[in-house]
Structure formats: structure tokens, C-alpha cells
């Protein structure tokens, strides 16, 4: 088996490519897209909606499909996938061809981000895959700082259909290799029980804990889908200007992999619920400086969002692993990934309606969803109950 520097390697830079060629390429190429096919902007955001839709509702089935015979086939399959998205929507001239393309896309996500990544993790090293779930995330971490300024570069240089053509290949060139050579199979001795197989039925027991978690990440996203979309906007409205807006926003993604790296070097000696607790309490910290000191707190907030949201992403792969173990974790991520991507597909029209009817106040609703996600956290316990400890497949 490679060694789990390889492997954190190989997955994290697979994972920067993936994220960058499909969740990221619409913040840059939706007005080329529009342009050059005739289709309202809008639509091209409402074809990225149905992407993330689809990436919800079939995540719990690629989750099984890992558990079941590990994670290389079905990354290398998206690979795959995502290059026929990307080829197809290259060719797009309406939007059929713009609709059918997102759709690949959705699929090839739902095979091969975050969710695919933390399950084949967990499916290698089991309850030892914190730290290269975390590894992956501190590579990936920097996936908008690849995409947003390729994208524009390649459209400026060459066109937004040879930028996705470009996205394709680097797709099969680079991604692909890396996820069927450097990423290994599971171990043979690692059996896996009927509960576990592709046709079993995806169970959303133990409830409490299933309910509450799905309650956190569809919250935790929620945020992220809306911040994405409209965090320059949101602290104009709190009085920045423009450039000081934009400057401020910049600083999310450094704030994210900075959260990430202390996350590596010193909050894994402590439970993962700790550090999504962290998570959940900084953005409200964040909103509550913004609105008693206005613009001076710009960076300030988001700072503390791009930490807060660079630690629950963590989250998002090692608390249900500590939580529920690893057997069946891919199809029990997936099912638990269903409602925050689904959240994550409506936030910034949601959040969008909130800002022209509540302006800058928005970020309380924002703030609140954080809190209450807190509040669900603080009902988990930090450790598992003997019956869960000793839990066996299928013994639930």
C-alpha cells in the first residue's frame, strides 16, 4: 500500500482539480457561458442548482459503492464524468446542451468531491483517516485560488468552450492518473457485511444523531452557499466600499486553509466535535463585530468565516467517522451530505430574497442557523457510548 503521504498527495491535488473544474467555474464563466449561448445568466446558475441537486440525491448510492469495493474506480470514474460534462458543455449552444452538461457535472461531483474523497479515506484507514482527511482539505483548500484565476486567464486568452475543453483534459491528464496509480485498494482482509452492500438500505439510524448532524451540515452549508454568493455584496451593505469589500472577501480562502493548518498541527489532539463547535460559534462572532463596528470589521468577519468554514468542512468527514465508525460511513456521509448540498443549491437565491427585503440584518438569519447548529453539536456527546463503541454492522 502507498504511504499516506502519497496518498494525502495524490487525493488532495485530484480534489483541487475536481473542485476547480466544476464547483468553482461558474463564479467566472456563467457571463461568457450566457453570452455565447444565448441563455439568460440565470439559467446558467439555475443549471448549476440542478448540478448540485443531483450531486445530493445520488451522494448516499456512491457512498455505498465506496464502502463497498473502496474508493479508486469511483474517483477514477469521475474523472470520466466530469470531462464529459465539461466536453459537453463546451458544445452547448442552448439550454438543452447547457442543462444535459450540468447535469454530467452534478453527477461526476457526487463521485468525485469532498464526500467521494473523506469515504474512500475512511474506507482505507478507518478510524485512523482524520488526519488525511484534514491533509486532503489543506491541499484542496486552495482550489478557488487555482480555478478563479485560470478560468479568467484561459477565457481572456482563449475562449470560455477551450477553457472547459482545457479543464477536461487536465481532467484525464493529470487527475485521472493520480486517483487509479498513487490511490491504493482497500486491504483484502477488510470484509464487508450484507449491511453494508450496494443494495442494502440506507438507514437513517441511530435518529438522534443522524437528525442532528444533517441539521449541522444543512445549516453549515446553507451559510456557505449564501456567503459564496453574496459575501462582497453583504458587507457593502454594511457600509465597506467596493474594493474594501472585495479585499475583505479575499481573505475567506486564506482564513480557511490557516483554520485548517491549525487543525493539523494542534486540534486533532482533541475531539472532532470540539473543532466543529469552534466552527459553528465563529461566524455569529464575526456577524456580531460587523454589526457594532460596521466597515472597520470587514476582514474581521470574514476572517472568521473562511476559519469557521474551513473547520466544518473538516468536521463534515471526521465527526460522523468518530461518531459512527467506519463501516457503512460512505453511504451514511452521502446521506448525511443529501440536505446540505440541497441547501447549498438554494442559499444564494435564498439569502439573495433575504438581503433586498432585511439588507445587512440578513446576517443575523445567517448567524442564528450557525447558533442552532451549536446548539445540535452540544447535544452530540464527545464520545460514543459503549453500544456504539462495540456497534457491529447491522447491529443497529
Not at 475536481?18 to 461568457?32: N, Q
Not at 439559467?43 to 459503492?65: E, H, K, N, Q
Not at 470589521?297 to 468565516?305: C, H, I, N, Q, S
Request: with cysteine; net charge positive; aromatic share 10%.
Amino acid at each position: 500500500m502507498q504511504s499516506r503521504a502519497v496518498v494525502v498527495t495524490a487525493l488532495g491535488t485530484s480534489q483541487t482539480l475536481a473542485w476547480a473544474s466544476s464547483y468553482y467555474l461558474p463564479a467566472i464563466l456563467a457571463d461568457p457561458i450566457s453570452a455565447g449561448t444565448g441563455v439568460p445568466r440565470t439559467w446558467v446558475f439555475g443549471a448549476f442548482t440542478v448540478a448540485l441537486v443531483i450531486a445530493a440525491f445520488t451522494g448516499p448510492y456512491v457512498g455505498r459503492a465506496i464502502d463497498r469495493f473502496g474508493g479508486r474506480g469511483v474517483l477514477v470514474l469521475s474523472n470520466f464524468v466530469l470531462a464529459a460534462g465539461l466536453t459537453v458543455l463546451a458544445a452547448a449552444t442552448g439550454p438543452i446542451g447547457l442543462f444535459v452538461a450540468w447535469a454530467l457535472l452534478g453527477a461526476g461531483m457526487a463521485l468525485g468531491l469532498y464526500d467521494a474523497a473523506f469515504a474512500t479515506l475512511a474506507r482505507l484507514y478507518g478510524h485512523e483517516a482524520r488526519g488525511p482527511i484534514t491533509g486532503i482539505t489543506l491541499i484542496a483548500g486552495f482550489a478557488s485560488t487555482v480555478s478563479w484565476p485560470l478560468s479568467a486567464f484561459l477565457d481572456h486568452a482563449l475562449g470560455w468552450r477551450e477553457t472547459c475543453l482545457i479543464w477536461a483534459a487536465l481532467n484525464l491528464a493529470v487527475a485521472l492518473p493520480l486517483n487509479r496509480f498513487l490511490l491504493p485498494l482497500p486491504p483484502k482482509s477488510a470484509r464487508v457485511s450484507a449491511h453494508d452492500a450496494p443494495d442494502a438500505p440506507v438507514s437513517w439510524k441511530p435518529y438522534r444523531e443522524m437528525f442532528l448532524l444533517a441539521f449541522v451540515f444543512g445549516a453549515g452549508w446553507f451559510v456557505t452557499g449564501s456567503m459564496a454568493a453574496h459575501l462582497p455584496g453583504l458587507l457593502e451593505l454594511a457600509g465597506a466600499t467596493p474594493f474594501e469589500a472585495i479585499a475583505a472577501a479575499s481573505l475567506v480562502g486564506p482564513a480557511q486553509v490557516a483554520a485548517r493548518a491549525v487543525e493539523f498541527m494542534l486540534l486533532h489532539r482533541v475531539h472532532p466535535l470540539v473543532s466543529a463547535r469552534i466552527a459553528a460559534l465563529l461566524h455569529p462572532i464575526g456577524a456580531v463585530a460587523l454589526a457594532l463596528f460596521g466597515p472597520p470589521a470587514a476582514v474581521v468577519f470574514a476572517v472568521l468565516y473562511g476559519a469557521g468554514n474551513g473547520l466544518l468542512t473538516i468536521a463534515r468527514g471526521t465527526v460522523p467517522l468518530v461518531i459512527f465508525g467506519p463501516h457503512g460511513y460512505g453511504a451514511r456521509n452521502g446521506l448525511l451530505g443529501a440536505p446540505a448540498r440541497t441547501a447549498q443549491a438554494f442559499a444564494p437565491m435564498l439569502f439573495g430574497l433575504m438581503l433586498d427585503a432585511l439588507g445587512v440584518s440578513a446576517i443575523f438569519v445567517s448567524a442564528g442557523l450557525c447558533l442552532a447548529a451549536l446548539g445540535a453539536l452540544l447535544c452530540l456527546r464527545a464520545k460514543p457510548s459503549r453500544r456504539r463503541k462495540g456497534l457491529k454492522p447491522g447491529d443497529e
